[in-house]
Every structure is written in C-alpha cells, then in structure tokens.
C-alpha cells in the first residue's frame, strides 16, 4: 500500500549494494511513495553490487562517491542538485564498515589505522555530508536527513566491536548538527537505531546468526526487518515528522526496553536445570 507521502520530494540515498541493503528497500519505497532519488556508493561497490538493477528499477541517477571524500561529496550534490534542478528533501546515511572486523582483530587487540578508518567511514563521513551539504545550501527548509545506527552504540555487544564507538559518534553528530541545522534551516537530523538485520554488511559481525535469533526471542514484536525500517525510514522523510530531530528512535520491536522476556527466562531455567543435572553444581 502507498500512500504519496514523499509527492514531489527529491532524495540522495547512500549505501545501497543488493537487495539485502536497508538502503535498497528504502529507494525502492521511497520511489514507490512518489519521490525522485539519486543512489551513491563508491566506484568499487558500484562495481560489485547490483546498483544499476536498482537504478533501472526506480528511474534513478547514479552518481559515484566515497563519503570519506569531501571532494566527492561536494561532486555528488552540485551533480544531484543539477539533475534535480534544485535542493533535496531528504537524504539517507546507510553507511559503516569495521576493518578490525574483516580482517578478525578482537577489542582488545585493535589496530588502530583501522579504527581510525572504521570511524571515518561509518561515522565522521556522516558530518562531512551534512557540512558540505550546509555549505551548499543543498537541503530545502524542513528537509529531513537518517542515518542507520544500532544499540550498540549504549549498550556492549559482543563480536560488534569499534563499531559501537562509530555508530556513538554517529549519533552525537545527528545531535549537534541537528541543532545548527534546525536553527538555521529548519532542517531535521536523526538516527534510527535498526534491529540486527542481515544485510551484506552485517554478515560479517561474529555471531550475527545468534544475535538476530537473540533480539527476535527478546522483542515483545520481534525483530524490525530492512523492509520495516524502509518504512520507517519514509516516515521520517514525510511532513509528518516535520517536529522530529536530535533523536535516536529505536526501531527494534522493543528490545532496547526489555531486561528479561518471559521467553529468555524460560531459555535460562531449562538450561540452568541441565547444568544441574548434567554437572550437579552451578557454576557461577
């Protein structure tokens, strides 16, 4: 079901690779809700994914960029600005990459050149957007800009590693720019922290499996799905969430409120019960 919540608003979406990308669903809905897009990922994951699919699909503009880049990204808007002959209404940051995780560095033995490229990617790419878009005046007055964090940002997680401190400094950015730029422009920046999802980035976190089979049991509504988080994602592109900014929502079926589900207690008292029996002690 549509529902021509994005008419006539013009949109940059970054990070889309395949059809397992949030970033995918979101510029297929976003087209499907009326709005005209232009897609954006580097030369190389341009090269490798199935973006000109994507592109076919919804009659978008591809223009290549690496986020880290502020001569891209001044590239990118002055081109989607021409194309779109004037300012954009929204844009989607779906971007993050951990090198310590690729190449199995655990927490405590990272390398360091990695993490500061971790953070430049997933995170400080992120203020070199809305900086070079601010000093272009490239976002119309109550435009809306997402960028996709997760819990980890407040809450340890095994195997995510540096990312969690990359998806914090996401959200801190979303926080000080979403001043300046609401002062200023009227314009609104937020981060929605997604459910694990199994996207082609993720598949390479330790335990991503257990992890989304964990949330899911833990959610009073289960997991949010790429698809769930395109929604969500639209909604907050629409004039419906014109007084929304600054925030980290939580689009996780409720397991960031959730300390023990009835579920997971069941899970642990039938497993303490086999400790029990099969060791005749507990182990604290």
């Not at 002062?183 to 199994?198: A, E, F, G």
């Not at 949010?224 to 907050?236: H, N, P, T």
Request: charged share 25%; hydrophobic share 40%.
């Amino acid at each position: 079901m549509t529902y021509n919540l994005l008419k006539g608003k013009k949109g940059i979406i970054f990070g889309a690779l395949n059809d397992m990308s949030i970033a995918w669903k979101v510029a297929e809905r976003a087209v499907e809700e009326g709005a005209e897009i232009v897609l954006t990922n580097t030369p190389l994951a341009i090269r490798m994914g199935d973006m000109d699919k994507l592109a076919e699909k919804t009659n978008a503009k591809v223009i290549p960029a690496d986020a880290t880049s502020v001569e891209d990204l001044e590239n990118l808007i002055k081109e989607s600005m021409a194309h779109f002959g004037g300012q954009v209404d929204f844009i989607l940051h779906s971007i993050g990459m951990s090198l310590n995780v690729r190449k199995n560095r655990p927490y405590d033995d990272l390398n360091y050149d990695y993490m500061m490229k971790s953070m430049d990617i997933s995170a400080i790419s992120f203020h070199k957007l809305l900086q070079t878009a601010r000093k272009l005046d490239a976002i119309s007055e109550w435009g809306s800009v997402v960028a996709l964090s997760y819990i980890a940002a407040q809450r340890t997680f095994f195997g995510y590693n540096e990312m969690a401190e990359a998806k914090a400094m996401l959200e801190s950015i979303a926080r000080s720019f979403g001043y300046i730029y609401g002062r200023d422009k009227k314009i609104r920046i937020n981060t929605i922290s997604q459910s694990p999802t199994l996207t082609t980035a993720g598949q390479g976190i330790k335990g991503m499996s257990d992890l989304i089979d964990f949330s899911e049991r833990m959610s009073p509504l289960g997991n949010a799905s790429a698809d769930d988080c395109a929604d969500y994602c639209l909604v907050m592109f629409s004039d419906l969430t014109r007084k929304v900014t600054m925030q980290n929502l939580f689009h996780d079926g409720g397991f960031s409120q959730v300390g023990m589900s009835w579920r997971a207690m069941n899970v642990y008292s039938m497993s303490l019960e086999d400790m029990k029996n099969n060791m005749d002690k507990i182990i604290d």
